[in-house]
């Protein structure tokens, strides 16, 4: 080894002690310990050797021990951090974080229930749900609610702006697009392979008989919920009990195999059998419709009814010929009228005007009653129909003729409070038995507030009832002075196929079986020889009375021109079965004679060959041909227009109409003529009866 040409300098104690040797592992900062010096020798002086220029100051080295030691407590403490967030996640919050991840992943579908059907007496269909598809959406999943409104609205026929507000309410978890679509709109849905937007099955209301006593029935909203008639009235019954279906999913929307789903099944609604009988409901909406087309009435209504049990067999309601549409039967969601219109009855009323004297003993049949054309009670002129001179008739004359006169005659015997107690006792001013909405009591004014008196009322004036609210009366008549509560709703089925008939009230007496049949006969004369002839059915007596009411106007006072022409009756006369009453309002013809009581005498005649019941009145003597030949008598045919028929008189009338337009512009108007105020006549009271406007029939 070649030596160092540079001089080293002795090495002292102390500097032997400062070597790297001794130093390793320390820091070069360290100072010296002070020299010790011999004994006897001068001290030197201790000069630190200069710095080299340029040189730089070396980095103090870091201990390796103390750097394992910072880095183990480093992966201590993080993984202490770990396991603690471990505990947290797994053990002290498990449940909730496993919650969550199950709610990202479960989606609960309800399942609807399906709606109790609605069958007629002999289990005909009228309304029925029909399975379909119903789509939906998860908002949480939707990722473009602008984009899927856009799509969809497009497809399914819904707003598009609604469609947007429920895709972007992110706070649910499932909303309806489209309910009950059919499948074609299902497919195009599902073509568009939208995420979270899926498919559940959903009932749909349809109604096999179409319009067929759909006033009766109702209607279904969108929602499901019923809306008017009994769809509405038993909507709790017939909904049922909703079930749900729960399912994994991934983000997207797709099932995800093999993991948890359950369904929890829905309950059926309970069914509903009514009293109706399809075929004869039919045939009285048909009859109804073409004699309203060929009145030219702005409506009518119709009831028939077992007289034995109360069971409603046909309820209908007609609209008027009205903006291009000609007459039809009420659709759903219109009004049921002949359980929620009031009507004036007029001379139908007279039955319990009549019957009631008999009850209290007051008149007798054969009472003779000197009858004059007109009469004045208080401040009112009471007229019959056709002027006459002094006639002498019995009570049974009386009904018979349907006389104004003669009929406030018998009502002055009763007096005001028996009056009115009689029309309570008969069903007036009480809703019937019948659970139906918007059903009214009708109105009947206190004795001490009628204006006019009882003679109003004892010809069917100053109260309003129900077309129900007036067969009832006939009905009691026919069922030997009892009455029989209506029923509409027969049983219902439950979701385990129990059948549970609906109660049956009991009917009260009204009046005796000796007045109830002395009202009868004198009836059966009113179709006979009175003004109830177009009511005759071959084969079988008929117990009637015609009604002919002037209608009230808003302002007070009667319609010089509109009326309600009406016939109510039962047949066998000698062993009730069926009761019907038939209302046409506004009719041309006016009278109950001409515009109600065809349409008596056709449907009764089909509802009592619809049942068999044995024909009763074929003999020479039978009252069928003698009715039939005292209206001919009187110009009337008692046709319904059916058909070719119809067609016909539709075309006269319009003809008629363009000659009667065509001669009004031909003809030149001068000044209007003069009108004396004080000829005038006076304004009329509500429910009372202007001098020269009551109609007796």
């Known amino acids: 080894m070649r030596p160092s040409s540079r001089r080293r300098s002795p090495r002292t104690r102390e500097s032997r002690k400062l070597s790297p040797k001794h130093t390793r592992g320390r820091s070069r900062a360290l100072v010296p310990s002070p020299p010790t010096f011999a004994p006897g020798r001068p001290r030197r002086p201790n000069h630190a050797a200069p710095p080299r220029r340029g040189a730089r100051p070396r980095p103090r080295p870091v201990s390796t021990t103390r750097r394992l030691g910072l880095c183990s407590i480093a992966v201590v403490l993080a993984f202490t951090g770990i396991a603690l967030r471990v505990v947290e996640l797994q053990v002290v919050n498990g ?31 009228l309304a029925i749900s029909v399975e379909q598809s119903s789509v939906y959406a998860d908002p949480r999943l939707v990722t473009d609610a602008a984009m899927y409104a856009s799509r969809l609205a497009r497809v399914v026929g819904v707003d598009q702006a609604l469609l947007y507000r429920r895709l972007s309410d992110r706070s649910r978890r499932f909303v309806y697009v489209a309910r009950t ?63 749900e279906l729960v399912v994994e999913r991934d983000q997207h929307g797709r099932d995800i195999p093999n993991t948890e789903r359950r369904r929890v099944e829905a309950r059926a609604g309970t069914d509903l059998v009514l009293t109706l009988d399809q075929p004869l409901q039919y045939q009285l909406e048909h009859s109804l419709v073409d004699q309203v087309a060929a009145t030219n009435a702005r409506g009518g209504m119709g009831i028939v009814i077992d007289v034995r049990t109360g069971d409603v067999l046909a309820m209908a309601t007609v609209q008027g010929p009205s903006g291009g549409e000609s007459a039809r039967p009420a659709r759903a969601g219109e009004r049921n009228r002949p359980l929620t219109d009031l009507f004036e009855p007029g001379s139908t009323n007279k039955v319990i005007t009549v ?63 028996a009056m009115s107690q009689a029309l309570r006792d008969f069903g007036f001013g009480s809703p019937t038995a019948i659970d139906f909405p918007a059903q009214p009591a009708g109105l009947i004014a206190d004795p001490d507030e009628w204006s006019s008196g009882l003679s109003s009322l004892a010809i069917g004036y100053a109260v309003a009832v129900t077309p129900m609210q007036m067969v009832n009366v006939f009905t009691t008549i ?137 024909r009763t009145d074929d003999g020479e003597a039978a009252q069928f041909p003698a009715a039939r030949a005292r209206a001919a008598a009187e110009g009337n045919d008692c046709a319904i227009p059916h058909g070719a028929a119809l067609e016909r008189v539709l075309a006269d009338r319009r003809a008629a109409a363009v000659a009667a337009a065509a001669a009004t512009s031909t003809t030149t108007t001068t000044s209007a003529p003069t009108v004396d105020p004080a000829a005038a006549a006076p304004p009329v009271e509500p429910g009372t009866v202007a001098p020269d406007t009551t109609l007796a029939e």
């Open 95 to 125: 449940d909730r974080y496993r919650s969550m991840a199950l709610d990202q992943r479960l989606r609960t579908i309800p399942l609807v229930a399906e709606r109790g059907g609605i069958f007629d007496r002999n289990g005909r269909d």
């Open 181 to 243: 679509v059919d499948d074609q709109v299902a497919a195009q849905v599902a073509a568009l392979g939208l995420p979270g937007v899926g498919f559940v099955p959903e009932p749909k209301r349809h109604y096999p008989a179409g319009d067929v006593a759909a006033a009766v029935i109702g209607r279904v909203g969108g929602e499901g919920f019923g809306l008017d008639g009994l769809e509405a009235l038993y909507d709790d019954e017939l909904t049922g009990r909703a079930g």
């Open 355 to 417: 019957a009631s004297a008999l009850e209290q003993g007051v008149v007798r049949l054969d009472d003779v009653f000197s009858v004059t054309d007109e009469i004045v009670y208080g401040d009112h002129v009471y007229r019959d129909d056709h002027e006459h001179e002094a006639m002498y008739w019995t009570v049974r004359d009386i009904l018979r003729e349907s006389s104004n006169v003669g009929t406030i005659m018998i009502a002055t015997q009763l007096g005001n409070d």
């Open 478 to 614: 026919a069922n030997d002075g009892t009455s029989v509560p209506p029923r509409l709703l027969d049983t219902t089925i439950d979701a385990d196929g129990v059948r549970h008939r609906e109660p049956t009230e009991h009917g009260v007496r009204v009046v005796s079986r000796e007045t109830a049949n002395a009202v009868t006969e004198m009836l059966t004369s009113v179709v006979r020889d009175g003004t109830g002839a177009c009511a005759a059915v071959q084969g079988y007596e008929v117990a009637g009375k015609t009604g002919t009411s002037r209608k009230p106007l808003p302002s007070g006072g009667y319609s010089e021109s509109e009326t309600m022409a009406s016939f109510v009756g039962f047949a066998p006369a000698d062993d009730p079965r069926l009761a019907a009453i038939v209302v046409l309002d506004a009719p041309s013809t006016t009278y109950g004679s001409r515009a109600a009581a065809p349409v008596f005498s056709e449907v009764m005649q089909w509802a009592l060959t619809r049942y068999r019941v044995s």
